[in-house]
């Protein structure tokens, strides 16, 4: 049974920053690429970024430069470290491997005002 579990959402002020935490299991976590993706009201789900083991992550143009994915071994943990956010970042995140398994997780609301 694959686990996914995001948080660290919330309201944030056009130009902060915030922290996405997301816990996985460790058979996902240790034998496949890990990704965070978005999906805004109204469409349909994006790839923001991944990471695997030696490969340099990849970043989607629409948040390179100001998101960072980074992962933490010790308790099967993938990060987004959100800065300079704007209105456009308002999604549900969710994390998933590359290409992502059937199951989903409940997801992070974010939500930037402006």
Same mark, same amino acid.
């Given at each position: 049974?694959? !686990? &996914?579990? @995001? ?5 944030? #002020?056009?130009? +902060?920053? $915030?922290? &996405?935490?997301? *816990?996985?299991?460790?058979?996902i976590?240790?034998?496949? *690429?890990? +990704?965070? /993706? !978005? #999906?805004?009201?109204?469409?349909q !789900? @994006? $790839? ?11 970043? =989607? %143009? ?7 994915i980074?992962?933490?071994? =010790?308790?099967?943990?993938? &990060?987004? #470290?959100?800065? !300079? ?7 549900? /995140? ?6 992502? &398994? %059937?199951?989903?997780?409940?997801? *992070?609301?974010? *939500?930037?005002?402006?």
């Amino acid at each position: 049974q694959v !686990r &996914l579990v @995001e948080s660290g959402g919330g309201l944030v #002020q056009a130009g +902060g920053s $915030l922290n &996405l935490s997301c *816990t996985t299991s460790g058979t996902i976590f240790n034998f496949w *690429t890990m +990704g965070w /993706y !978005r #999906q805004a009201p109204g469409k349909q !789900r @994006e $790839l923001l970024a991944h990471i695997s083991s030696g490969a340099a992550p990849f970043y =989607a %143009d629409s948040i390179k430069g100001r998101f960072t994915i980074s992962t933490n071994n =010790a308790n099967n943990t993938v &990060l987004l #470290q959100m800065s !300079r956010v704007k209105a456009d970042d308002t999604a549900v /995140y969710y994390c998933n491997c590359v290409p992502p &398994l %059937d199951g989903w997780g409940q997801g *992070t609301q974010v *939500t930037v005002s402006s």
